[in-house]
């Protein structure tokens, strides 16, 4: 438990209404359209979607798991943490592909890139699993709050939880997007101050830079100052062959799109941006943001190592920032550190709540069940959407000690096996919809194959994660390729009128010369381009 | 830098050309230099700061090469997105 002097609860008081106000204050302007409830209507400069990017991606749970990494592995850890790092590419690449293709979801863009049934039934498994991973990732995050505040001040875990997710609903329901990106702003300023205050702070208390390492070298535990203290070729805890995996997969993954969780979201940034520069500038400065601020916490968790170097409990050594916060810093600044944990809490859970409700609006709603609805009406379904969702992530939040384990399987598995056929469906024009289907069938049943069932018959034996991605990869491939070989190309119409606006990159041949035969394209760009 | 195009015709910024590709390059180079450097910086490691000072050279060189082509690409796709997005809107409607 901590005690909160007056002065503590001011700054959270004085916080929380002002991120509440400053997101209602949009509300004029998230009514007037579809468009602007769940983009701002496209015309925002790159700093509001890059800090929207950075303070999403920054909740309740993040520093728990970045302390977790870095407490176990030392400055290693931060490896863990660089799979942000495929917006590197993706800002130049993909990003610039999915911005000119101007769909709202990534669900939508399934329509535009392939067609036919193929593409709808895409479109809608892309829109009904994104409502269900946002509701999860609410239920998730929120339940991370209820317990901070269980431990700060003894409260059942249900009220953290509730409380925190309902008062950022009230900005989210009434002004959408625009109320989350305005509000992402403030919170990002306020929660990367903090992260620089607390961090810096936290290595003050251990003594300064040069004590960590002396103490370090005392306990024997040097090697926790090397990022690249590989434990061998294959073997060990940190062998190499995870880390060169980890940097092909989160590098190269920027050229598709879907390789990660996390494009969804900023999928949503990339469409509200105002021009194509912006969406590149905002997913790139966002995510160095994130890289910054995980190498301001690794320190700082190196700092409370050397402070605290024997916990065992992974579940204690998890809040290592958050007790460099509340321990050291001193009465007035606690309360300015929560609000700030609240500011994180609260820029997830809004980018959640507007973003799963923007599939069920767009993808589900106004595409399958009523294609002629009002604009009025459409921002009316999104409200209740967001609504749904909220209660929906409450009964998530409480159940989620029965479920993590099963959901965090079904993450994995999605990013595993569908992380190549994410990138051929951007950069391979012959690639259709059967095959990018198949392949998410395809890695369903391999992943429980591979991860659990023939493990546990002794068929194989129990793999690492690294090795795991690399041969369901290959099984995938094994049937994908196939299939989408054995069926039919998309329409060439399609594919021309998706290549003259997006100008894919890679392998997209067939379809340029099309175009050029069509005229679509102009007359100096045709006698100049190569052979992709 | 004289072999990197300052000035794009929207044409020729429509293709996929060697400063694309450099960018890919340096972008994540300067993501790994950057996570580095912040880190060796903050334990007052003296390479941290060279490190990061590598960051942020590639980072303005990473700008230099890309944001003309950028800003051509911008430029012209804004003056087609309002037709664009009547035929998105046919396609959420099932008019197409």
Sequence with gaps: MVNFAFLDWFWVVIFIVLMVVCGILFYRLGKRSISDFFLAGRGLPWWLPAASVYATHSATDTPMWVSGVIYKYGLRGIWYTFFSAWCAISAFASTRIFRRSLAYTQAEWQTLRFSGLGAELLRGWIAGWQVFMNMFVLGWVGIAMGKLCHYLFGWPDWLGLILFSSLCAIYVLAAGYWGVVMADFQQGVIAFSVIIIVSIWGIVAAGGPQAITAKLNALGQSWRLNPFAFSGLTSGDFPLVWFLTMLVMAVIGGFGMGTY??????????????????????????????????????????????LYPHIKSTADYEMAWFRLGFEFLPVGLVGFFFAAVVAIHLSTISTHLNLGASYATRDLYHHYFKPKASERELVWVGRISTLILLVGSFIYGLMMEEITQWLIFALWIMAAGIWLPSILQVIWWRFNSWGYLSSWIANLGLSWLVVWVLPEFHVLPLLPDYLQFWIMMVLGALIYIPITFLTQTEDMNRLVKYYVMSRPLGWWKPVRKEAERRGLLRLEESQSEGGN | MSWIKKDWTAQQADKWTKEDYLTFIISPLVYVLLALGIAFSLLLLWYGWIILGVSLILLLIMIKIIDPKLRAISEDYEMKQKKYLEDLEKIARWEE
């Design chain 1, 261 to 306: 969780i996390d494009w969804y979201p900023e999928a949503q940034r990339i469409q509200s941006a105002r021009t194509v520069r912006d969406a590149s500038y905002s997913i790139w400065s966002g995510s160095a943001l994130i890289i910054i601020r995980n190498s301001l916490w690794a320190v700082a968790i190196i700092a409370f190592f050397s």
